[in-house]
């Protein structure tokens, strides 16, 4: 559960710095970008691709959390989920620096993104009872068990942040997974939609 408790003191200190870092706009020389919320959040799908070793690839919803700390500095903490799991949720997890890069327009933005990915799982199963022609009932009991993994790798990409209305924008980019220890790259990428909220 450390990645969890890293987690939440890198929001915790993100959310701290907001205010007066985000206060500032970002500029460019023919006209002035409005500035976004601090906070936004989201949702879309994310996939991976395993190009080897007789792998293939899958698409998985996708949850995101944004605080951002700068005009062009914000953390993003992302899950991916399984969704043919049956008896609770398990997925991925990105903790990661997001970068606006060049100059933003009042429509269109490019980003790099860079951090680390582990994995999360979840687990609830319902008491189950079986009875023998014997009149024997054997019982098993409920249980409950939740798990987040260290770091498993590096990842790293970019994309671009396209304003779709006021307070909607879509995001679209391609990341490469590293793990530690194999150093073979494994292609992600990801599409959804971000809504600021608050001021």
């Given at each position: 559960?450390?990645?969890?408790?890293?987690?939440?003191?890198?929001?915790?200190?993100?959310?701290?710095?907001?205010?007066?870092?985000?206060?500032?706009?970002?500029?460019?020389?023919?006209?002035?970008?409005?500035?976004?919320?601090?906070?936004?959040?989201?949702?879309?799908?994310?996939?991976?691709?395993?190009?080897?070793?007789?792998?293939?690839?899958?698409?998985?919803?996708?949850?995101?959390?944004?605080?951002?700390?700068?005009?062009?500095?914000?953390?993003?903490?992302?899950?991916?989920?399984?969704?043919?799991?049956?008896?609770?949720?398990?997925?991925?997890?990105?903790?990661?620096?997001?970068?606006?890069?060049?100059?933003?327009?009042?429509?269109?933005s490019r980003f790099v993104?860079?951090?680390?990915?582990?994995?999360?799982?979840?687990?609830?199963?319902?008491?189950?009872?079986?009875?023998?022609?014997?009149?024997?009932?054997?019982?098993?009991?409920?249980?409950?068990?939740?798990?987040?993994?260290?770091?498993?790798?590096?990842?790293?990409?970019?994309?671009?942040?396209?304003?779709?209305?006021?307070?909607?924008?879509?995001?679209?980019?391609?990341?490469?997974?590293?793990?530690?220890?194999?150093?073979?790259?494994?292609?992600?990428?990801?599409?959804?939609?971000?809504?600021?909220?608050?001021?």
């Open positions: 559960m450390k990645i969890g408790r890293a987690a939440t003191v890198v929001v915790g200190l993100a959310l701290a710095l907001a205010r007066p870092a985000w206060a500032q706009a970002t500029g460019t020389e023919e006209r002035e970008i409005e500035s976004t919320s601090r906070i936004e959040v989201g949702g879309g799908l994310g996939a991976v691709w395993v190009p080897y070793g007789g792998g293939g690839g899958a698409w998985f919803p996708s949850l995101q959390a944004r605080a951002n700390i700068s005009p062009k500095f914000a953390v993003d903490v992302v899950t991916t989920f399984d969704p043919t799991k049956k008896h609770g949720v398990e997925g991925m997890y990105l903790l990661q620096v997001h970068q606006t890069v060049g100059a933003p327009t009042p429509r269109v993104t860079y951090g680390v990915t582990g994995g999360f799982e979840y687990v609830h199963v319902s008491e189950r009872r079986f009875s023998y022609y014997s009149g024997d009932t054997i019982v098993f009991p409920a249980y409950r068990r939740g798990e987040i993994s260290r770091p498993i790798g590096f990842v790293g990409g970019g994309g671009y942040r396209v304003r779709l209305a006021n307070h909607l924008f879509l995001e679209a980019g391609a990341q490469a997974l590293i793990p530690f220890g194999y150093w073979v790259p494994v292609p992600l990428f990801n599409a959804g939609v971000i809504v600021p909220i608050g001021k």
